[in-house]
């Protein structure tokens, strides 16, 4: 991890606090410091909890390109969010739960439209 620390700083956009405490960074902080980790290397499976809500629209944009790029290169990524578009944007299936049971499961457009129309 020591090897990736530039890229990490860099991504996460946390130059100006690399001297903080992590305990005293704000939840957005954390999250984007969580992010760069966890994508700074290529695991087979990623799981994202919705990281693309934290930070501005260009933090975000940043976000969806590198998750779009490890699909891209064969990355399995389970994206858990609220955001319609967002799931619409970025994934081909989806499971609808409702209360941590399966309400449907499939193509992202019926998926979606049925969260929609719940």
């Known amino acids: 991890m020591a ?11 946390l130059r100006d606090f690399e001297h903080v405490a992590i305990k ?7 999250a984007r410091l969580g992010f ?11 799981i994202v909890d919705e990281v693309l809500g934290v930070g501005d629209f260009r933090f975000q944009k940043k976000c969806a390109d590198r998750i779009g790029a490890m699909i891209a290169r064969g ?4 994206l858990v ?19 941590g049971e399966g309400v449907c ?3 992202v457009d019926e998926v ?7």
Do not use: Q
């Open 3 to 13: 090897a990736k620390y530039e890229e990490i700083m860099d991504f996460a956009e």
């Open 24 to 30: 005293n960074f704000s939840s957005g902080m954390t």
């Open 36 to 46: 760069a980790v966890a994508t700074s290397v290529e695991p087979d499976i990623l």
């Open 75 to 78: 990355v399995t990524v389970l």
């Open 81 to 99: 969010s609220h955001g319609i578009d967002t799931i619409r944007e970025m994934c081909t299936r989806a499971i609808l739960l409702d209360k």
């Open 105 to 107: 499961v499939g193509d």
């Open 112 to 118: 979606c439209a049925m969260y929609g129309d719940g």
